[in-house]
Every structure is written in C-alpha cells, then in structure tokens.
C-alpha cells in the first residue's frame, strides 16, 4: 500500500476515534436551562500550568472565613497547607484556632482540644442532618473536590459566587431559594456568600466579589488536585525520555530491517 | 544462547540449560518468540497484540498495588481512594495509571478488533482464536465494570444500578437474579465486597485466556494484510529481531501518548460526577457509562418499544447482549474464501461504514435518547439515530457479511507474500482457505 493511501487511512481512523471519544465526554446535564460558566484565565491550565500559590493563599482565608461556616473540606488536613508556603508554626497555629473532640481519656470521658495539623480540617455540622437544618434542607456539598467533580470546575465555582442575581419576572423563586443561572435550576439555596470586602486582605489585593470567588477558586482547585504541580513535572520527564526512546527504537528497527527491504 | 555453556555448570549459560532439560521454558521462548515465523509484511496494525499484553500486565500491577491500600467498604471506599490521591507516594500516578489505562487498554483491543474483521483475520484456520478474542472482551468489560465501581463515587453507584438492574429483565426469575447478585436488596456493602473480590480475580482469568490466545495463534500462525498463508522461509521472518524492534518502537510511541494522557489530562476520559461520594437518595441528572460502553448502551436504549410478549426493557437485554454474541459466529457468518479487504473492494466499503456506525452508536450512547441531534431540528432525536445504528449493526453482521461471501467480486490475490505483483492472473478463490503451511 503507498504512503498515501496509508497515510489517509491513519487520518480516518484517527478523526473517527477522536469523534468517539468527544461523543463519550460530551453530556450536557440538562444544560439547556442553566447557564454554561464562562472560561476564565487561569495559571494553573495546560501542561505548563501552575499554582498561583498567592491566590490560593487569599483563597484558603476566604474559606476559612466564610466558606467553612457552611462547607466543609474533608479531604484536607491542616498539615496539608504546608504545601502552600506555610511554615509548621503556622501550621500549628492555624489549626490550634479550631477545636475537635478527642477521646476517651483515662477516665473514658470525651474531651476537646485545639486541633493538630495531623487533624483534617474541622467540620461545620456535626452530620448531615444538622447541616440541613440550619441550611433550610440543602446541604452545602462538600468543596474538596468540587474542581474536579463539575465538568466546568473552577469556572463553575467562580460563575455560581459572582453570578447571584435578582430573578427575572418569569421566574417564581422557591422558599429560602436565591436566583442564580449557573446552579442547575437556577435556584440555589446558598445565599450569596460574598459581598465587596467580605474578608479583609493582608497582601493589598482588593476584595472585590470577583477577586475573592476567583482566590477562592484557586483554592479550591488545589484542594481538589494538589498533586498537579508534581503531576506535570514528572509528566514532562517521563514523556520527554518516551520521545527519545522512541526515537532511538526507531533507528533501533531501521537498522534490522535495512537487510530486508 | 548455550554456546559457551559447557565448562561449568555455575556459568549463566550452564543454569540455563540445566533449567531447560528440566523444563523447557528457554527452548520455548526461543521457538514462540525468537524463531517464530512471521509473515514479513505485517503493517503498524499488528502492533497491538504486544500493546494489548502489556496493558494487561500494566493493569495488574497498578491494580495490586492500589489494592494494598484500598478498602471495600461502603463507608471507606471513596476517602481511601482520595487516600491513594492524596497520601500515598506517587499513588495519584498509580491510580491515574489504572483508570486511564482501561481506557487506553479498551483503546487498543478496539482496534485490534478491528483489525482482525479488516483483514479477515477471524477465518479459518483461526476461529477458535478469534472465539478466545471475544471472550476476553466480554471479560474485560467485566472487570472494568466492577472495577469501575469501586471507587463508590456517584457513577460508581449509579452505574452498577443500572447494570444490575438489567438483569431483573429476565422473566421469572429475573428479580431473584439481581437480588442474588447484589447480596441483599438493595447496592450496598456485600455488592461492593464481592465486586472487589471479582475485580481482583477477573484480570487473571484473562491471563489465562490470553494464554490461550497466543498458543492458538502459535498453532496457526499469524494472518498479515495480504490475507495469503506464507509459502515458504521466503515469505517470513524471524520474529527475533524483526517483530521484537517493530513492537517495541509502536509499543514506546504507544506509552507515550499514555503518558501525556496520565500525567497532563488525567481526567479527561472520566466522568466528573464519581469525584462525588456515591447518595443512594440522589439520583444524578443524567446516568453515563464509561466511553468504552458507550456504543452497547446505545443499543440497549434503542430498543424503547414492546415487542409481543418482550417488553422493551427485555427487548434492550436481549439485542445488547447479541450485539456482542454475533461476534463470536462472525467466522461462520463470513463465507468468503478472501481474507483481506485489500481485495474485497465491496466489503473494504462496508466495513468503513460498519465503523462508522459503531462510533456514531458511541456517539448516541453518550446523549439522552429525547436530545435533539441538531438544535432546532425537532424531528431528529438521539434514540431516531440510535435505531437506525442499532439496525445498521445487525444488518451488517447478518445480511451484508454472508451476502457479501456469496456475491462478491474479489480482486486476484498475489502468488505470494514475497511477491506481491498482482494481476498475475491468480484465481482468488481457493488460496484463502488453503490451511496454513508451516515455514
Ligand atoms: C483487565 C484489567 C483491569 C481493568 C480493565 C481494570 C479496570 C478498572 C477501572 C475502570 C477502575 C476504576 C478506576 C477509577 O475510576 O478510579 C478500577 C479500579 C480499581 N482496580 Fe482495576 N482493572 C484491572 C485490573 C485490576 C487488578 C488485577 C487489580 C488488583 C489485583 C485491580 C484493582 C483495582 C482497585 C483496588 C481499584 C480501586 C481504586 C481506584 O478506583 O482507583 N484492578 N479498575
């Protein structure tokens, strides 16, 4: 078969596979009544992305703040903000400003004490019932790996906090519900939770509303991929030494069969 | 190998051989691997059975190593799973190495497959090769199935519903079935504890059977593209060291566009939604399988009409399960004495279109079935294309297929691999069904 006509058939198969493998990831969740978040630039995307650690650090005292009177983020722990630049005194002292129970002592009585870092972030509601309760029935999902688990991720996170707005006519809210287009349904039980200078910035950052649902979008892309950074710089070691040793297998095959053609 | 072996027996030679009198495994090798004759004018298609060996062994390591620290519980399934992300070293790469590596696994049998209805490679004397092929298939999705549940996200639970559930379609004892096989009445712990313990075992019966596999394609020796036995050492090579440096580069080029994939876009096949801890109480908007299912998904919701006594949820079961039962006859569906499609022109036409209509059912498999396919366009729904890609797969395999054997033209087959000069005035009948002769 000529180079051509082989070459051709490679495309096909390729466009056909690539047709597939769009057909498997697009499914639109009833996208045709709630908003689609717009893209927004962020420095962690692409293979060369990063962490803009500053952000995530105005982030994290933006949950901390105000996020974690609602939400809780089960899957961090405080030692895990040494990660973000954080020395251990720091550490320690962010934890000890939240208290857990511990137990039993000697006595077998539960006591409580001021957290670790070892301990994972302290959670707002005693369980599921009580964070209901005091939400009006909806529970504030859980935002460690929120990033990850929406198709828009951190786009998505941003476009709810910035996209609270008064309902149009047409639209009859629900008790306690708040208009917001990018919520499925467009009616979220959050009120809005960020209003110019919720929090008050150390580093001069302005908090805008924007500002602070982009920090803590960085924030929270973190929580839900710390590895990332790691991921990406082993990824371009391992490719990088694929590519040569491929290209050295190539030259390895040629020169086998230069006998036979 | 045992040329400079006889002075001692310490030397690595000396082991060798003393192994080898015992128990042959080196003259083996030597003879399946080293010697082994290959039709010397296998193209990059041929690539994939090496791919495919090592996804499997791939699969099993990293699947061993995640099961050192995952618990099947339903209480701990997703925490220890974020465990791995999150604590373990470099356990995010071995899990991302084993999600994605189903994907690229389902990849590569993919095209192998497609591979072997391109060439004919199903024919005889290679059936019973082809049948230990599907079965494995079948046995794939069956450990990527439970595997993909345990990781108890939201798709996890709601996958295995869906799935399980489909057994309740069976008449009479339909219902016993699903209870049976979820360990009470509803998904709960006991499914979760014996889909682990199935997920765990299912990799190594496809070991087995991929054992099998390779001793039957040993027997028969491999097709090639021209479809034509060999005739003679003229026609083959070694398989050390020709195949051995062709497999390892396609191989090298092959693990690096898996590399890019797991260390740069590790989530972009998955769905987003099992990065949610499994809510029995919380149906998700919209149920998908993973892409890989996509395409029998498709056929399972295109039937949505009863049919006499079979109700559509019946009807479903019945044609998606057919739809990968007919693959197992196709040697006998297929009467044509020509292997390769390079010399069918009507079939090769057919065959594109067959692929066509698999990725358009993956296509429809991946929307809900009352989707509009164009904005605007209210007449054309998901499902309208999905009975037709439903009907189109059957009508290939059990019209086109056997008329074609019958009807076709086929073009002259070469005299031989060596001399591919065709227009010799070859009869085409006949050479294809030749039994093999050993080089
Ligand atoms: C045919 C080979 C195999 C296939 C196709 C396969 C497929 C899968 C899939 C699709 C998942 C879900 C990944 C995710 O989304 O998180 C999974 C998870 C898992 N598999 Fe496998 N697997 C294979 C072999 C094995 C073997 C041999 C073992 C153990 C001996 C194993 C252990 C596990 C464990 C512990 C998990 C849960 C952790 C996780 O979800 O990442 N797998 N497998």
């Known amino acids: 078969m000529d180079i051509g006509k082989r070459l051709s058939r490679a495309a096909a198969i390729a466009v056909v596979t690539g047709l597939a493998l769009l057909g498997g990831t697009t499914t639109d969740v009833g996208a045709s009544e709630t908003e689609h978040p717009e893209a927004q630039d962020w420095k962690f995307t692409g293979p060369f992305g990063k962490f803009d650690i500053a952000a995530i650090q105005r982030g994290l005292q933006v949950y901390l703040e105000v996020c974690s009177a609602c939400h809780s983020l089960n899957q961090i722990a405080y030692r895990n903000l040494l990660d973000l630049g954080f020395n251990a005194d720091e550490v320690k002292a962010i934890a000890a400003e939240y208290e857990v129970t511990d137990g039993p002592d000697d006595n077998g009585d539960m006591f409580e004490r001021p957290a670790r870092p070892s301990d994972k972030f302290v959670l707002p509601f005693a369980n599921e019932k009580a964070a209901r309760a005091s939400n009006n029935g909806a529970f504030p999902t859980d935002l460690s790996l929120l990033a990850k688990a929406h198709p828009a991720g951190p786009d998505y996170i941003f476009a709810v906090l910035t996209g609270f707005d008064d309902p149009p006519d047409d639209v009859e809210l629900g008790d306690g519900m708040n208009y917001n287009p990018y919520f499925s349904g467009k009616q979220i039980a959050m009120a809005q939770p960020l209003f110019e200078g919720s929090v008050e910035y150390s580093d001069g950052t302005k908090a805008t509303v924007e500002n602070m649902a982009r920090d803590v979008a960085n924030f929270l892309h973190w929580t839900a991929e710390p590895e990332m950074e790691d991921r990406k710089r082993i990824g371009w070691k391992v490719v990088l030494f694929l590519l040569v040793l491929s290209a050295l297998l190539y030259a390895t095959k040629r020169k086998v069969w230069s006998s036979v053609h | ?439």
Request: net charge neutral; hydrophobic share 50%; proline share 7%.
């Open chain 2, 1 to 439: 190998m045992s040329s400079h072996t006889q002075h001692s027996g310490y030397s690595v030679g000396g082991l060798v051989k003393w192994i080898d009198s015992r128990l042959p495994v080196f003259t083996y090798l030597q003879k399946e691997y080293g010697e082994f004759p290959a039709p010397r004018n296998f193209n990059y298609w041929w690539n994939f059975g090496a791919i495919l060996s090592f996804m499997l062994v791939l699969m099993i390591f990293t699947g061993i190593f995640l099961a050192m620290q995952y618990t099947p519980h339903v209480s701990m399934a997703f925490d220890s799973v974020e465990r791995i992300m999150r604590d373990v070293n470099y356990g995010w790469m071995l899990r991302y190495m084993h999600s994605n590596g189903a994907t690229f696994f389902f990849i590569a049998v993919y095209i192998h497959l497609f591979r072997g209805l391109y060439y004919g490679s199903y024919k005889n004397p290679r059936e019973l090769l082809w049948i230990f092929g599907v079965v494995i298939l079948v046995l794939m999705m069956a450990s990527a199935f439970t595997g993909y549940v345990l990781p108890w996200g939201q798709m996890s639970f709601w996958g295995a519903t869906v799935i399980t559930n489909l057994f309740s379609a069976i008449p009479l004892v339909g219902d016993w079935i699903v209870t049976w096989l979820w360990g009470g009445f509803a998904i709960d712990n006991p499914t979760l504890n014996r889909f682990f313990s199935l997920h765990f075992v299912l990799p190594f019966v496809i070991f087995a059977v991929v054992a099998l596999h390779v001793v039957a394609l040993h027997v028969t020796g491999s097709n090639n593209p021209l479809g034509i036995d060999p005739k003679g050492p003229q026609d083959t090579l070694p398989f050390h060291p020709y195949y051995t440096a062709k497999d390892s580069f396609g191989l090298a080029v092959w693990i690096t566009l898996f590399a890019a994939v797991v260390f740069f876009a590790p989530n972009f096949f998955g769905e987003p939604e099992n990065y949610l801890r499994a809510n029995p109480l919380q149906t998700p908007a919209e149920i998908v399988p993973e892409w890989y299912f996509l395409p029998y998904f498709a056929i399972l919701r295109s039937i949505d009409f009863d049919l006499w006594f079979i109700d559509a949820k019946l009807g479903g079961v019945i044609v998606m399960t057919g739809s990968i039962l007919v693959l197992f006859v196709v040697p006998w569906l297929d009467r044509s004495p020509v292997r390769s499609a390079r010399f069918r022109p009507v079939y090769k036409w057919f065959f594109w279109i067959f692929l066509l209509d698999c990725v358009l059912l993956g296509f429809v498999g991946g929307h809900r079935p009352d989707d509009l396919v164009f904005e605007g366009v209210k007449q054309l729904e998901f499902i309208d294309l999905g009975h037709v890609g439903t009907a189109w797969y059957f009508i290939h395999f059990l019209v086109i297929i056997p008329v074609l054997g019958m009807i076709e033209k086929t073009k002259p087959l070469p005299t031989s691999i060596a001399e591919p000069v065709l227009g010799g005035g070859q009869a085409a009948a006949g050479a294809a069904a030749k039994p093999m002769e050993k080089a």
